[in-house]
Structures are given as C-alpha cells and as structure tokens.
C-alpha cells in the first residue's frame, strides 16, 4: 500500500482530480498496489448525487462552497481540524464486496480511536462511527468499474466542529457531532494530534484485496 499524506491545507477540486487520476491508473493496471490518500482540507461542503438535497438546508447562505460529488449520502463537511482519508482500491481482487470495504473502514476507525482512549462503535442502520449518540466520523465511498475513491472524514479537533452546525450533517435529524479532542479523557497537544492519528489509522489499515 502506498500512503500519501498531503501537506497543508487542501483544495478539494485538486484533491479529487488526484483521486480520478489514481483510479484511472489502478482501472488500467489491476495489479497496482493501493493508495491511501491522507489529508485536511480547506472549508467545504460536499453532498452525493441527489435530488434531494434538503441536507444543506437550501435558501442559507453557507459559509463554505458547496461540491456535489460521486458518491453516496447527504451533505457533509470537511475542514480543518480534521482527518481525511481516500483509499484507492480494487475490489475486483476481493469478490466485488462493498459492504466489507465500507465495513473495514469503519473497524479501521474504531480500532485507531481506541489507541487514543476513546471507545468508538457502530450504530444500526446507519454507517458511520459513533461514541455513544454522537457521531465522530462519517463514511461515503464512491466506485468506479470497482475501483474505490471518497472515503472517510474524522473530526479530530474542535475546530472542524462549528460548520456542521450550518446543514444536517448526513441528513441525520437532531445528530450531534463530536471530535476526538472533545471525548478523549486527558487533554492532548492539538498542533500533533492529527499527524499521531494519520499514522495510527495508517498502522490499522488491514483491508486487504488478496
């Protein structure tokens, strides 16, 4: 697998001319090895292929530009202070099986939440990772002739919290997000903690396409 953490801030129409650029490589090389794409964005919104997108609550002027994209669910934000992760993978190799993809992610999420003493789980029905009634993280993958890209987006500091409060996050009505800085039991040094969390999930990344 190879990682690629992007430095600074970064735009999301670029970041999503990286990923097509990558799934046009793996579709045209099915041996290649995965990528995994770790970054923080600048402010945005982005929301699937819908038309129904009350989820960004039309006639509100956002505070952040709005993408809709290729692939599932509502609207979301992404933003500092939070990590962003696009693998790039083949699932032709493991018998074309979404849900065990999306499945792995988050497995891959709780387990690295632990590592920092927050107990993370799954919620019925719905996907995405949760601590106790309060979504941390959200998962919307998009595939192209089964090669993945999008990905997952995990709120580690406070400061990726506020524009949430401007859509329904996920169209999820009355969710709470929360942040891993926010439901850790000791305090952390904010400047690290995304980096520490980039290379855990990196280290807990077990999906596998052979």
Same mark, same amino acid.
């Given at each position: 697998?190879?990682? +690629?953490? $992007? ?42 292929? #819908?038309?129904?997108?009350?989820? $960004? ?11 809709? &994209? ?5 609207? #979301? ?32 999420? +709780? ?5 920092? =003493? ?9 996907? =995405? ?6 979504? &941390?993280?959200? &998962? =919307? ?14 709120? +580690?500091?406070?400061?990726? $919290?506020?524009?949430?409060?401007? +859509? ?7 969710? #709470? ?34």
């Amino acid at each position: 697998m190879h990682i +690629i953490k $992007l430095p600074g801030l970064s735009d999301y129409l670029e970041t999503l001319a990286l990923q097509e650029n990558l799934v046009s490589a793996h579709q045209n090389d099915p041996e290649l090895d995965d990528h995994l794409l770790l970054l923080e964005h600048k402010g945005v919104y982005t929301i699937g292929h #819908t038309r129904d997108q009350s989820s $960004l609550h039309p006639g509100t002027q956002l505070p952040y530009p709005v993408h809709e &994209i290729g692939r599932g669910g509502q609207a #979301t934000y992404h933003g500092p202070g939070q990590l962003v992760g696009y693998p790039i993978t083949d699932l032709n190799r493991c018998g074309r099986d979404l849900h065990r993809y999306i499945n792995s992610i988050e497995h891959t999420l +709780i387990r690295t939440c632990a590592e920092f =003493g927050v107990q993370a789980k799954l919620r019925d029905g719905l996907v =995405g990772v949760w601590v106790e009634n309060r979504k &941390i993280a959200s &998962i =919307g993958v998009g595939v192209k002739k089964w090669v993945t890209m999008h990905g997952f987006a995990i709120n +580690i500091t406070a400061e990726s $919290l506020p524009p949430f409060q401007a +859509i329904t996050p996920c169209g999820i009505d009355g969710v #709470t997000m929360t942040c891993l800085e926010n439901e850790m039991p000791a305090s952390a040094n904010k400047a690290d903690l995304l980096s520490r969390f980039a290379k855990a999930f990196a280290h807990n990344w077990t999906y596998r396409t052979n």
